[in-house]
């Protein structure tokens, strides 16, 4: 009787390993072992993967999209200086725009390809899930920009599972839920005005053109976590809409916020360069050049200095909360005098990144 224990045992060799995912989309995943192979079908998906294994963010990353790289140039230098294998992983078709390649990720051995929630209805109709599924490739669907709030959370707990990263997903749901309840704890204790927001997305990336304004989701919803009344709400229900730049000249905005960042790859772009090698002198010439665009020098906000900048990946971060944070303080500056959202990014990097912060991430009109 032991031998025959004994060999089944060596025939079924993950028994008592098996474990079973279940994701954004409520479907339930089983996996005999944890993935290997995994591919991000999004670049920036490495920001939740550092915050959860920092000491070796790439081992069982097998290929990924060049959003990071293009997008986000500043956390790539930092990363591939620290881990030059990156630069070595070949890289994948993004799902958002119809390139994702199944036959590429079964030639890659991939027993995991994570995938973005909103994008889950084009995957179905252009049949890249049925071709996974036929091949038997996993895949997952998680969230990290779309609803970051209501999201993110159970996304790093289902990213904690299939790393084998547990311990530091409930570290990280810990760490993220204590900075935002001293921002909704403070607000719920005191009487606030709230002020009229308005958020430009990615100011400056082409060039003088303006503007693209956040809606109700994402950094409109940030406004509002942080005790804000955000202007662009109102207009549209989803990410973000295009308006006519007369549009907001004729409104009496209390503050303005624009998302920003290191674009200076386009020769277009005037956006204030933020990120881990920005310095502030062209940080400083960035938003005067934001200002400076037609009609703006007119607007009382701006006469009054209540414009500010922050980094533009906050919006698909799980740093996010920082942003919140920082927003907060901006518009009610009596009430959050003790906050230091500067230290907790620092500390952030400290527990949950491969290395440690430098640069500006957010900054005020001289």
Known sequence: MRRLILLIFLVLPNVGKAFVVSDLSGRQVIFEQLPKNIILSEGRMMYLVMALQPQ??????RAMADDLAKADRGTWQKLTELYPSFLNKPTVGRSNTGQFDVEQAFSLNADLVIFSLNYRESLQQSETLNRLDALSIPYLFIDYRHDLSSNLLPSMNILGKVLGRQAQAQKFSSFVQKQLDIVEQRLAENKYKQPLVLLERAAGINGPACCRIFG???????AEMAGGKNWGSSKTSGVSVDLNPETLLVEDFDIIIATAGDWTHKKQSISPPLGYSAQQALVDSGMQA????TGWSQMPVVKNKQVYVIWHQFYNHPGYFVAIQMMAKWMHPSLFTDLNPQQVWQEYHKQFMPFQSSGIFWSQLP
Not at 56 to 61: D, F, Q, R, T
Not at 216 to 222: S, V
């Open 290 to 293: 934001l200002v400076q665009r």
């Open 56 to 61: 070796n963010p790439g081992h069982n990353i």
């Open 216 to 222: 109700q989701a994402n950094f409109g919803a940030f």
